[in-house]
C-alpha cells in the first residue's frame, strides 16, 4: 500500500533491487504526447550508477522497455509501463546482512512491519526504486514540455560546502557540465574534493540539492491541503536519505519581519501580474502565482558504510558489520534527477487537476 | 478537490471565514473510541483568537457542536461531523480588499485558479479553515490515547530568537506555561519581547515549531511514497504560512559524516530494539523504528501588516493597502495546537493503515 | 470508511437518522455554477416523507441549509456544504428495537461490524442518509445543465405492475403527474391500487426504476474499471434496498443473437454519429457513444413491516418483532430523486474526469 | 486514470493486446500469504484461448512470470507484480478495421475520448486485459483461503438456454467437468450445442453467471457507498460485456411482498447467528451477515461477427465490415475465472478494509 503517488497522472512502481526487475506503471496521462524511449532513456543514464568516478563502480545498464500506453510515438491515454530489468546484481554482497539490521537502514523497519524481508540489495528500500521514478518523471517532462515547464536540480551544497550563490546568479545549463552536478564550476571543484575525501576516508557525505521549476501558469495547486508546496513535499520527502524540505525563503525566511518579506505586486510592460521579490517561492496560498518554483532538498550521508559498526541481528544480539560491495560515498550527484522526477510527476498532475477549477 | 486528508482515517474540512461556519467530517475513526466534546473543545480553545495580550483581539468563541459518529460517549464508526458557526466576523473590515491583493497572501492566486473567490476574511484560504483540523485533530488524539501514543509541539524560535536546547533537555510539561508556548520559561521572555516589538512597529515575525511524537510503535509509515516523514511533512506543509519542514537531524544533518550520523542499533534491557543517538528521528527507510519521531517546522511572518503597502488590484493597477482589522503580529503560539493537530491526524491513519501488513 | 463517492466531484455524507441532523460536503465542484438554495430545496421536497398518502405520513421539513461554498450565487470552487436539521423524531418509535435485530434490516450487520450502533431510528444505516445525496444531486444537475445533460428517472414496476413500454414511448414530463412517479397514467393507477394493497395487508411492495441520461457528449467513462456503467451501478446499488442494476438491453439482452444485438454506426444529416439501435445503452467499452444512456434498478421490498416477525435480540434469544413509527409500504415514488440524484453525481464526476484525457 | 480497483488490497493493470505484453501490478496485499506461481498460471489456464472446441481457436500460453514482492514463497507485503507476454498476435488479422469502427466494439468510443487508439487486436479494450485481473485474482484466492472464504462461479444460462436450479441444489465440483463450466450437465449440454449452433451460424450468443462466496464473516462492506454488493457490482459491470447484475433475490425479489422476502435470523445450535431464507444475498445493509453471497451476472453476445455488418469509417462514410480472424461465439465459459477474480479481489479488499473498524 502507497505505492503510488499523484491523483489523476499517477504512478505506482514495483520491483526489488535483486529480483527480475523493477519498474512503474503511470496511469492519466493525456494521449497526444509525442514520447520516444530515447528521452526516457536519457534520463535514467543520469541516475544510473557507473556514471563517474564520484559514483558506486556497480554497472547498471539500466535499459527502459516501453511496454504499453504508447503508439506511433504518442501516448494513447492508456497506461504507460516502463520497466527496467535488474543486471548485474551482486546478491551475495549482502549475504552478510541477511540476518544483521544495518545501522540507519531500513533493515529493522522493515522486519518490523512485515514480519520478513526480501533482504538482497535491500530489497524494496534500496535506492534503485528510484530508477522507475526516473522513468516516470521523463515522460511528464513530455507533457510539461509541451505547457511550457521546465523542471531543473542541481547540487547546492555537499557537506559544509555550499554554493553560496541563489539559483538565479547561476548559469544553470552548467549543471551537467561536471560530475557533481553544481553549475558553479568553483563550488563543484570544492564539492568534489569532499567527496574523495569521504571515499578515501571509507566514510560517507550528505548535502542539499536545490530545485526549479519555470514556465508554470497561475493557479496550480489545490487547496487545503494539496497545496503545492506541501505535495511538493510530500513528494521529495518520500525519496531515500530525504530529511528536509524548504520552499522559497524557507527556514530563512522566518527571521525576516513582514515588511521585509512580502512580495509586492506589480503589472509588468507586457500586462502579466509579477512580483517584485519572490519570498514565496512561486506559490502564495498554496497555488502557483506564475513566479518561479525553488526550493531546497536535505540528503543525510549515506548509510552504507565501509568501514565497521556495532549493530544487533534479528535475533537481537550485539554484532559489527562492515559494509561490502559497491556503493556511493555520496548521493548528491545521482539524486538530482530524482528530485527532478518528483517535481515533474507534482507538476504533471497538479496541471491537469486544475482543469477541474473552472467550467 | 483536496479538502480531505488521510487514506482511511480521512477529514474533509469545509467553511469560510465569513461565511455561516467552518467544520469537518472525520470518516474513519473506529468504533469504541471514548470521545467528550469537551476533550475537542479544549484543543479549539488553545487556537482561537483572543487568548493572550500576544495575539489578535478578536473574539471567538469557537464554540464546537459534534453532529453525528458519536453514540453514549463512545466512536460509533459512523463518521463524525464537527461544526464550529462563525461570530464576530466584521466583513466591513475587509471590503477594502474586494478588488485588491494583498501582498504574499492567496486573493491573487484564488482568482487567478478559480476566476473568482468570496474575499470577506480571506475566504476559504484564511487560516480560520485550520480550527477545523483542530477539531478533527483532538478526535485523532484520542484514538492515539489508547495505544499510548502522545503528541506535543512547542514554539522553538520566533524570528531569531531561539530555544537553542533540543526538545529532550526541555520539560514539556511548561509549553502552556506562558502565551508564546515555549517551554524554556527565559527564551519564551525573549520571544514575547520580540513579539511586543513586532506589534509595536506595525509588522509583524515568524518562527519555528518544534514537534514530537513518543510511544509509537514500529512499523508505522506506508513505503515508498507514504513513508512517515513524507507523510507527516506533507500534512505540515499543508498549513498556512509554513514554508519548511525537517525531521531528525534535517538540513544540519547533511553536514555530518555517516560514520556520526548513523545511528547504532542495540537491544535495552527490556529486550526492546533501540538506537543510541536518533539522528534518524524516528523514522528508517520510511517506517517507525520506536524512538522519539521529531520535527521542526517553519513560519513566515504574517502577510498582513498594519502599515501601507504597494500592490495591484483585479484590474492591474497600482494601489496602496494597509491592514486594518484585528490580526496576530506572530501566529506561532496559536500554530503550536495546529501543528499537534495535523501530526496526530497523520499518527492515527498510518496507525490503522498498517494493520493491513500482515496476515 | 467510504462515506464519499466520486473522484474529482466528490462527495462526503454524515449524519444519523435521529442525531443533530445529516448533512454532505460536496468537494471539487467547478467555480461559476450558479446556484440556488431553491433548487436544491426542490429536489429534496420530492424525496421527503409525507408528500403523499403513499408515503409515510412522517413530517420532516428536510429545510436545507447551504453553509458554504457559494458566494453571490456562484460556486466558487471551494466546499460546499449542505446541512439539513432533524426534526420530528420519535426515538421512542425505536426503543423495541434497541436489543433487537429487525429482519433484512442492517441491525446486525452493523452490531457485527462495529461492535455497537446508534439504534435511533437506524442510525446511519437509515434511509434517511439518501437527503444528503439528493440535496448533492441537485448541484450536480446544475453543472451537468450548463453541458446540455438532464437526468430523469421513473417508477417502471411496482411488484409485478409493469409500464410495459420503453422509455422512449413514454412521455416523462408526466413523471410528477402522479404520487406513484410513473409517466404512464393507467399504468400508475394500478400501482397505486398495489400499494394501497400492501398498506392494508400492513405488508409492503418492491419495485423497479427506470433511468434516463440525455445530452451526453461521447467521451465519458474510464477504462477500465471505471466504465460508465461500472461507476453507474456502484452509485445505484450503494443505494438502501437496492437489489439490481442493468443497463441498455441488460438481462433480456442476454437472450439476443449478437447480430441482432449490435448497434449499426451510421452518419445522421447533421454529421453526428449515432447508432440504429442503443441495445449498449449508450455506453461501449464503458465509454459514451453519445445516445441516451438507460438502465433500470430493482428495490425490493421494504423490510419494516406493520406486523410480527420472529428474530432474535443481540443476546441471540428469540424474540417476536412489529414495525411501529410510520414506515412506507413502498419506497419507490421516493426513490426515483434519489436515482436521480446518484446518477447527476457519477456523470458530473465523468464529465470532469474526462478533461485529463488529451492534451 | 481508472486502471486501478480497490481501496487497499489494490491493483493496477495495463497492457495492449498487440503490443509487448499485459500486466498487473497489486500493491497492498499483506506479507506472509503463501503464493506459487503454479497457482496464478491455473487460474490464467482456464481464461486463455484455446483451451476448448468452444473457444477461439487462437492459442495463447498466457505464461504468467512473477517479479517482485514474493520471496521464498512468501509475499513480502510489497508490490506484486505479474506479468504476460504478448504471443500469436497476428495484427494482420486486425488491418481492416483501423480506419472503421466495429458495431457495438470501443473503436469509436476510444477515438471520441482520446482522438487516437491502437487499434491492433482492440488494443487496450480488448479482453485480453482480464488476463490481469484472473492473475491478480489468484493472488487474492491465496489471501482469501487463509481465512475460510472461497468464490465459486459458473454458467447459469446461455442465450435462452438455463440452468433453472438455484446454486444450493447444483454441485458445485462439477463446474469445469464440461467445456460450457455448468455444473448442471444436462443443462450443459444444451448450452453446448447453443454454442454449436451460433458457432455455424456465424453469430454470437450470450449468457449468464452465477458467483457463490461461502465462508465471509459478518462485517465485510463498508457504508454507505462502498457496500459489499456496489462495489461487487461495480467491479463485475467493469468486466467487458456485462450488462447487468443482481445479487440475492434481484429483479424477481421485487415482486415478492416484504413479508415473505424478509429474512428471519435464528441462532443456530454452534450459537452462530443465521437467517432462515437468504433472499438478502448474504449483505444486510451492504455489510455481509455471515450467510453465503451469491449473485448473476449478465454477459450480452459477443460483437465480433464472422458475417458482414453495417457501420462507418473515421470519415463518417458508409462501411460493410466483417470480423475475420479467430473469435469466440459465446464468451460464457470464459468469463467464468473472470468472474471468480474479480469477486475475490473485492472480498480480499473488503476484508482488509474493515480491520479498522474497531480499536
Known sequence: MANSFGTIFRITTFGESHGVGIGVILDGCPAGVPLEAS??????????????????????????????????????????????????????????????????????????????????????????????????????????????????????????????????????????????????????????????????????????????????????????????????????????????????????GTKLPGSRHNDEFYTDETGRVRTRTNHSGGSQGGISNGQDVYFRVAFKPVATLLQPQQTINQAGEAVTLAGRGRHDACVLPRAVPIVEAMTQLVLADLLLRARANRL
Do not use: W
Request: net charge negative.
Open 39 to 252: 528521452a526516457i532513456q536519457a534520463a535514467l543514464d543520469r541516475r544510473r550508477p557507473g556514471q563517474s568516478a564520484l559514483t558506486t563502480p556497480r554497472q547498471e545498464a539500466d535499459r527502459v522497455q516501453v511496454q504499453s500506453g504508447v503508439f506511433e510515438g504518442l501516448t494513447t491515454g492508456t497506461p504507460i509501463s516502463l520497466f527496467i530489468a535488474n543486471a548485474d546484481q551482486r546478491s551475495d554482497d549482502y549475504a552478510h546482512i541477511a540476518g544483521a539490521y544495518r545501522p540507519s537502514h531500513a533493515d529493522y523497519t522493515y522486519d518490523a512491519k512485515y514480519g520478513r524481508r526480501d533482504h538482497r540489495g535491500g530489497g524494496r528500500s534500496s535506492a534503485r526504486e528510484t530508477a522507475a521514478r526516473v522513468a516516470a518523471g521523463a515522460v511528464a517532462a513530455a507533457l510539461l514540455a509541451h505547457f511550457g515547464i521546465e523542471v531543473k536540480a542541481y547540487v547546492s551544497a555537499v557537506g559544509e560546502v555550499e554554493v553560496g550563490k541563489s539559483y538565479e546568479e547561476l548559469d544553470l545549463s552548467l549543471i551537467d557540465s561536471n560530475p557533481v552536478r553544481c553549475p558553479d564550476p568553483e563550488a563543484a571543484a570544492r564539492m568534489e574534493a569532499r567527496i574523495r575525501a569521504a571515499q578515501a576516508a571509507h566514510d560517507t557525505v550528505g548535502g542539499v540539492v536545490t530545485g526549479v521549476a519555470t514556465g508554470l501558469p497561475p493557479g496550480l495547486g489545490e487547496p487545503v491541503f494539496d497545496k503545492l508546496p506541501a505535495v511538493l513535499g510530500h513528494a521529495l520527502l518520500s525519496i531515500n536519505a530525504v530529511k528536509g524540505f524548504e520552499f522559497g525563503s524557507g527556514f530563512e
